[in-house]
């Protein structure tokens, strides 16, 4: 029987997701593939990113995965249908950008979707949003600098601040309602973000959705593992761990350091979901 949850991004954008999947799935057992050979993906070729996702859902195939999670906007708007096509027998979920959800909130306000060159490029995003935006209130902003900052482990700092106001300065935001976290490494920054919007503009993200597409998916296939059958059911970092194997572009992390390292974004996002 399988057993896993693979979940995979070009580097620590993911762990949002993963983090969402622990609270809400916290006896499952995951898999959290980083791709830290190809990060960031936001600024390669579609055929490049193309070729890394191959390669890790063919891993999480190997490794026993009973779903795969695309953790990643650019990685789905790219290669996610491509994926299903390729790779039948185990179930794909992908995220995309709020827009839908954020449009309706909105109120008639305008509403900010900030993600990779290239998910705004891609022809899936440009399809969504001419779908749900009858009122043309849908404004998109690339912000590469933050997966960078990100991957640094920079998450609050002057040149952080910097970055965001220069590129939100061209927006006269109390025209704005909602602000789209359309990449999964943005979450990390909400802080700064609520710090330099106004009070009204409200920040959504996909990663609720997305992990419960994900229990959908697997309770379809009478595929959940029971809670009560299962050891642990509390929300408690030390003990998920041992749920967890993390991987660096196919290698297993071991190191003590770097699980810290792990450790202290789990904080950080339990954080920043609080905001
Ligand atoms: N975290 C990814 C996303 O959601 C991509 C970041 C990158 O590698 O550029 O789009």
Not at 7 to 26: C, E, K, N, V
Not at 90 to 106: C, H, N, R
Request: hydrophobic residues 40%.
């Amino acid at each position: 029987m399988k057993m896993n949850i693979g979940i995979f991004d070009s580097g620590i954008g993911g762990m949002t997701i993963l983090h969402q999947a622990m609270a809400l799935m916290p006896h499952e057992n995951y898999i959290f593939y980083a791709d830290t050979d190809h990060v960031p993906y936001g600024i390669k070729t579609r055929e490049q990113v193309v070729s890394y996702v191959d390669e890790v859902i063919r891993f999480m195939v190997q490794h026993d995965c009973k779903a795969v999670v695309i953790a990643c906007n650019t990685a789905t708007a790219v290669a996610a249908d491509l994926m299903r096509s390729r790779y039948g027998s185990v179930p794909i979920i992908g995220i995309e950008p709020a827009v839908k959800p954020a449009v309706a909130e909105s109120g008639g306000k305008r509403v900010l979707v900030v993600a990779t060159p290239l998910t705004a490029h891609e022809k899936k995003l440009r399809k969504l949003v001419e779908r749900v935006d009858d009122e043309h209130l849908v404004d998109l902003l690339e912000l590469p600098g933050l997966v960078e900052f990100a991957e640094r482990g920079e998450f609050v700092s002057d040149r952080v601040t910097a970055y965001l106001k220069e590129k939100l300065s061209g927006y006269a935001l109390d025209r704005y309602g909602e602000l789209v976290l359309g990449c999964t490494h943005f979450n990390y920054f909400k802080d700064t973000f609520r710090d330099l919007i106004p009070q009204q503009v409200h920040m959504i993200d996909g990663s609720l959705g997305t992990v419960r597409q994900l229990m959908r998916v697997l309770d379809a296939r009478h595929a959940l593992l029971d809670p009560l059958t299962t050891a642990e059911t509390d929300w408690d970092m030390q003990k998920n761990d041992i749920r967890v194997r993390y991987f660096e572009s196919g290698r297993e992390i071991t190191d003590k350091a770097k699980l810290d390292t792990i450790r202290r974004l789990h904080e950080r996002l339990e954080n920043m979901r609080k905001i």
